[in-house]
């Protein structure tokens, strides 16, 4: 399979809990390793990927944490004065409008006016370049909200573009939908643990994204799966030892269900499925990230 370097906007997603911001840290980190620049986005949320990372947190300002690796976490009133900023071009305009109290106070009722300015945000670093003509970030990583507000962050420049009468706005929602919806520029990873209820909100997701967004899912990734370590003929065996025996099962059931829940996933999204194995570490933190970045090799580095 085609590797994800070829992409500038790397979306990750999935049901709330299921490690996505882990999977997000992990791609941002193998994606500077490889030279290139890149940007790790978390959206309004308490930050997660500079403490895996073992920085201090970026906040809402573009952060360097280390070579080649950015940080920024998007909040709605620092993007809101960005957007405000873009759009009205001058800062004693911007103050004028966006800094009037009662301006701010009728804004908080634009439908879908902080998700466009969140993901305006985005977006121009996206397109943002160096003086040389160069990208200012060659990969953007997108930690995006959980399935049933990423679904509705992601539709937002669609629903705009269907919705908003000619002028800034509706030009801004057309760029970002244009950007969103090239599979040249985005891809979609998919996070899921191997549960029922996991698996079926990564491929509501994918319809989701496939059918609302037009985003296309570049591949998913199966979090804490248990490998098989106990045949039919080992439990046999451990059957005189009461306690062995319950706790093979138990991981004999437990790899099952991985078996069951990859497969799923790949007859589903007709694409491949990483599996990072269940992590058992004393401390969550940046040992773990590079553990999960070497099980995540070929889907950023593609098969060689």
Avoid at 132 to 147: H, K, M, S
Avoid at 183 to 207: G, K, Y
Wanted: net charge neutral; proline share 6%.
């Amino acid at each position: 399979m085609a590797g994800l370097l070829d992409k500038r906007l790397w979306v990750v997603s999935g049901k709330g809990g299921v490690g996505k911001s882990t999977v997000a840290a992990a791609l941002a980190l193998r994606s500077a390793r490889a030279g290139r620049r890149t940007l790790v986005c978390e959206v309004n949320t308490q930050e997660r990927i500079s403490r895996f990372l073992e920085h201090p947190p970026a906040g809402p300002e573009v952060k360097l944490l280390e070579e080649n690796l950015w940080a920024v976490d998007v909040r709605p009133q620092e993007a809101m004065r960005e957007y405000g900023l873009m759009v009205l071009r001058f800062e004693t305009l911007y103050k004028t409008v966006f800094e009037n109290k009662l301006v701010r106070y009728f804004l908080r009722f634009v439908p879908s006016l902080q998700e466009l300015v969140l993901l305006g945000k985005i977006m121009y670093h996206l397109q943002e370049k160096l003086p040389d003509g160069r990208w200012r970030f060659d990969t953007i990583v997108l930690d995006a909200p959980a399935t049933g507000h990423a679904i509705s962050f992601l539709s937002v420049p669609q629903v705009l573009v269907q919705t908003v009468p000619p002028g800034p706005m509706s030009r801004e929602a057309q760029k970002m939908r244009d950007l969103l919806v090239d599979p040249s520029v985005t891809a979609a990873i998919l996070v899921a643990l191997p549960e029922e209820m996991p698996v079926n909100e990564a491929l509501e997701l994918h319809a989701a994204l496939k059918d609302r967004v037009s985003i296309r899912t570049h591949a998913a990734v199966l979090n804490q799966a248990i490998p098989e370590r106990f045949t039919e003929a080992d439990l046999e065996a451990l059957a005189g030892h009461p306690e062995l025996h319950h706790v093979a099962q138990a991981h004999h059931d437990r790899a099952a269900l991985t078996v069951l829940a990859g497969t799923k996933l790949e007859r589903n999204l007709h694409t491949p499925v990483f599996n990072i194995p269940r992590l058992f570490l004393p401390a969550f933190g940046r040992d773990a990230i590079e553990q999960v970045m070497g099980h995540l090799e070929t889907l950023v580095m593609g098969e060689r």
